[in-house]
């Protein structure tokens, strides 16, 4: 006769095995669940930068170039290029649409290099794709302070009351502006000429409202003039072909008048400097000017 009790070491045998077959079963479960839902591993999107194999020899003001190309698997969603100089960072450029294609992309890409001499400055190129996968490089270099000049030949500006001519003129474009267009144009100006009975001379934009019929200009910028300098004759103003003589010069406002010939120093609000050579000159508050100037066309920092 079979016994009503159970031989308790095989009902815990039992237990246990049934216990490992559904633990089993519930990680095969588990892991082809793992499997269906996840895929296998996205690949990130990849990033290459060629160009530009000697950043040390940049300057300001000259042209960086570099090819870039993005590949992505996982379909392009955007490219961004930042730049960074310590704590000054700003965007370049973004781009969320127009790629060669749905997985690939590659363009040239140009930076012209700004007044940052001796600083780090940081490129980061930074790709994102539609499955949230990220890639970025940074490129880093340090601009040569830039020695170009701006050089204006030839130019005439009237006095007060020349009918027709400006006596405002921009160090930056060339362009000479009459009293009526002054205000419109006040970012531009830093050279401002007056003349009265036999005296020429030159007045800061900022101080245009101290003469006899002109009246302040708002937004108008410091310039500093100094006469009579004896650092330079007509001769080596003819041959500056840089900033060199100039950039380090201290340069001390004085308050003269010139004549033809003369030669005078100047200094811009933004820190530029620079020399003219008066070259013609018709006296008289209806009468003109005509001078050659060289300028910095960046301040050294």
Same mark, same amino acid.
């Given at each position: 006769?079979?016994?009503?009790?159970?031989? *308790?070491?095989?009902?815990?045998?039992?237990?246990?095995?049934?216990?490992?077959?559904?633990?089993?079963?519930?990680?095969?479960?588990?892991?082809?669940?793992?499997?269906?839902?996840?895929?296998?591993?996205?690949?990130? *999107?990849?990033?290459?930068?060629?160009?530009?194999?000697? *950043?040390?020899?940049?300057?300001?003001?000259?042209?960086?170039?570099?090819?870039?190309?993005?590949?992505?698997?996982?379909?392009?969603?955007?490219? &961004?290029?930042?730049?960074?100089?310590?704590?000054?960072?700003?965007?370049?450029?973004?781009?969320?649409?127009?790629?060669?294609?749905?997985?690939?992309?590659?363009?040239?890409?140009?930076?012209?290099?700004?007044?940052?001499?001796?600083?780090?400055?940081?490129?980061?190129?930074? +790709?994102?794709?539609?499955?949230?996968?990220?890639?970025?490089?940074?490129?880093?270099?340090?601009?040569?302070?830039?020695?170009?000049?701006?050089?204006?030949?030839?130019?005439?500006?009237?006095?007060?009351?020349?009918?027709?001519?400006?006596?405002?003129?921009?160090?930056?474009?060339?362009?000479?502006?009459?009293?009526?267009? +002054?205000?419109?144009?006040?970012?531009?100006?830093?050279?401002?000429?007056? +003349?009265?009975?036999?005296?020429?001379?030159?007045?800061?934009?900022?101080?245009?409202?101290?003469?006899?019929?002109?009246?302040?200009?708002?937004?108008?910028?410091?310039?500093?003039?100094?006469?009579?300098?004896?650092?330079?004759?007509?001769?080596?103003?003819?041959?500056?072909?840089?900033?060199?003589?100039?950039?380090?010069? &201290?340069?001390?406002?004085?308050? &003269? +008048?010139?004549?033809?010939?003369?030669?005078?120093?100047?200094?811009?609000?933004?820190?530029?400097?620079?020399?003219?050579?008066?070259?013609?000159?018709?006296?008289?508050?209806?009468?003109?000017?005509?001078? &050659?100037?060289?300028?910095?066309?960046?301040?050294?920092?």
């Amino acid at each position: 006769m079979t016994s009503p009790y159970r031989n *308790p070491r095989t009902t815990s045998t039992a237990s246990a095995g049934k216990a490992s077959l559904t633990g089993a079963l519930l990680l095969l479960v588990l892991q082809a669940t793992l499997v269906a839902c996840g895929g296998a591993e996205a690949t990130r *999107p990849a990033l290459t930068l060629e160009g530009a194999s000697n *950043p040390s020899t940049l300057k300001v003001g000259e042209t960086l170039s570099l090819k870039v190309s993005l590949q992505a698997e996982g379909e392009i969603q955007s490219l &961004d290029v930042t730049r960074k100089v310590e704590s000054d960072e700003k965007s370049l450029q973004s781009l969320t649409s127009s790629f060669q294609s749905a997985t690939a992309h590659t363009f040239d890409f140009s930076y012209e290099v700004e007044n940052f001499p001796g600083k780090s400055i940081v490129l980061t190129f930074k +790709a994102t794709d539609k499955q949230g996968g990220t890639a970025s490089k940074e490129y880093t270099f340090i601009p040569q302070r830039s020695t170009a000049l701006r050089e204006w030949k030839g130019i005439t500006l009237g006095g007060p009351s020349h009918s027709t001519t400006g006596n405002f003129f921009s160090s930056t474009t060339g362009e000479v502006f009459t009293k009526a267009q +002054a205000s419109t144009n006040v970012a531009k100006i830093d050279v401002v000429y007056m +003349a009265y009975s036999s005296l020429s001379y030159f007045v800061s934009p900022s101080k245009v409202g101290e003469e006899e019929g002109f009246e302040s200009i708002p937004g108008a910028t410091l310039t500093e003039y100094q006469y009579a300098s004896s650092t330079f004759t007509a001769a080596q103003f003819d041959a500056m072909g840089d900033d060199t003589a100039i950039a380090n010069l &201290d340069i001390q406002e004085s308050e &003269d +008048a010139f004549t033809n010939g003369s030669i005078m120093l100047f200094k811009t609000a933004d820190g530029r400097k620079g020399i003219i050579k008066i070259t013609g000159r018709t006296s008289g508050a209806a009468g003109s000017i005509t001078m &050659d100037v060289k300028v910095q066309k960046y301040p050294a920092r």
